[in-house]
């Protein structure tokens, strides 16, 4: 397969949305989707702390299957959307994330928001007629919530299935994860935030043993992208005070964005608002890793029973984090699930 085509969007507060929007778009030159009316294109939501780029490995495995000869999937492109907060987004927006309606108070309500304002820029404003696509949503973790929660948001874009990557909800109520709120706060708080630089960086995610069993070209990208120049490196040559600059390299998700997320009160619960209804009316796919490493088991098996799902897949020795640790795999099911889609197939779960 050749390499997939990267292209990167910037777009500018305006019409009363109030933060940059940062995108990129994927597609494979010679692809038969390409030109096809009829193609999908994919929006594509990242989980908490990571970004647009986490996508990169499992997109390269889905559009290898999409393009081999007889496959009844035709993809025209894929679209990764940054949270606000994070990614090349968090920068960019870093003024207004400190105005006061906005101070540590992100959630994953704003990411679906985040993500209807950019399904709706259109070709006047540098955009895409998303009204014209025909569209699939694909979310891991906070992206799983969002992508549900955008479902519901006026004016409705119309979306002809999901699919959901160990989603964070809760179909028990809140209350259920408010231990591990506490423990995904605790260590956002914790992490080391701060190298010299990107291989120092890259040294340390190596040593860290809940990244031991991520795939090497996730932590590649993961340093390129969720690695950024530290603030500090403000003080340039020839301006004052220079020799106050500090050349280091920082979380492109700053420790306070991340933990303000976990403590979002209504991520977990609103998506199960509109989740079972969605699923009685175009296909939700549901993929789960194999181990409870983050959601405990009981929380894993209510998922499973929400909603009337097309399919339910488990990625085998892969935990909450699938993407990151089995970037293959997770490309494969949802291809898998978008085959079953083309050929109007419903699992028996």
Not at 260 to 273: F, Q, V, W
Not at 279 to 286: C, G, I, W
Request: hydrophobic share 40%; aromatic share 10%.
């Amino acid at each position: 397969m050749h390499p997939l085509n990267e292209q990167s969007f910037t777009y500018a507060p305006g019409g009363g949305y109030p933060f940059y929007l940062t995108a990129k778009r994927y597609w494979l030159s010679g692809s038969e989707g390409n030109d096809d009316d009829d193609g999908l294109t994919l929006l594509f939501l990242h989980a908490t702390s990571f970004m647009k780029e986490t996508w990169i490995p499992p997109l390269e495995a889905l559009f290898s299957l999409a393009s081999t000869a007889g496959s009844p999937v035709k993809i025209r492109e894929a679209w990764c959307l940054d949270c606000p907060n994070h990614g090349a987004s968090a920068a960019l927006n870093t003024r207004a994330l400190l105005q006061p309606e906005y101070y540590l108070s992100f959630s994953c309500e704003r990411y679906a928001q985040a993500a209807h304002r950019f399904l709706s820029i259109g070709p006047e404003q540098g955009g895409v007629d998303f009204r014209t696509r025909n569209l699939v949503g694909v979310g891991q973790s906070l992206g799983g919530c969002s992508i549900t929660i955008l479902q519901g948001i006026q004016p409705v874009f119309p979306f002809q299935s999901l699919v959901l990557i160990e989603p964070l909800i809760s179909p028990m109520g809140a209350h259920r994860l408010s231990s591990l709120r506490k423990i995904l706060v605790k260590g956002a708080y914790e992490r080391r935030d701060v190298w010299p630089d990107r291989q120092q960086a890259l040294a340390a995610s190596r040593d860290r043993e809940s990244r031991k069993r991520w795939d090497p070209r996730v932590l590649q990208i993961y340093i390129e992208y969720g690695i950024v120049e530290h603030p500090g490196a403000q003080f340039k040559e020839g301006a004052q005070f220079k020799e106050g600059a500090y050349h280091g390299v920082t979380l492109a998700c700053t420790r306070d964005q991340e933990a303000t997320m976990y403590r979002d009160p209504n991520g977990a619960t609103k998506p199960l608002e509109n989740l079972a209804s969605l699923a009685r009316t175009y296909p939700v796919h549901l993929i789960l890793g194999e181990i409870a490493d983050v959601l405990p088991k009981d929380v894993h098996a209510a998922i499973v029973e929400a909603a009337p799902y097309a399919s339910r897949t488990v990625i085998k020795g892969a935990g909450h984090q699938t993407i990151q640790e089995a970037p293959d795999q997770v490309g494969r099911a949802v291809y898998d699930a978008l085959v079953m889609n083309a050929r109007g197939v419903r699992s028996r779960l």
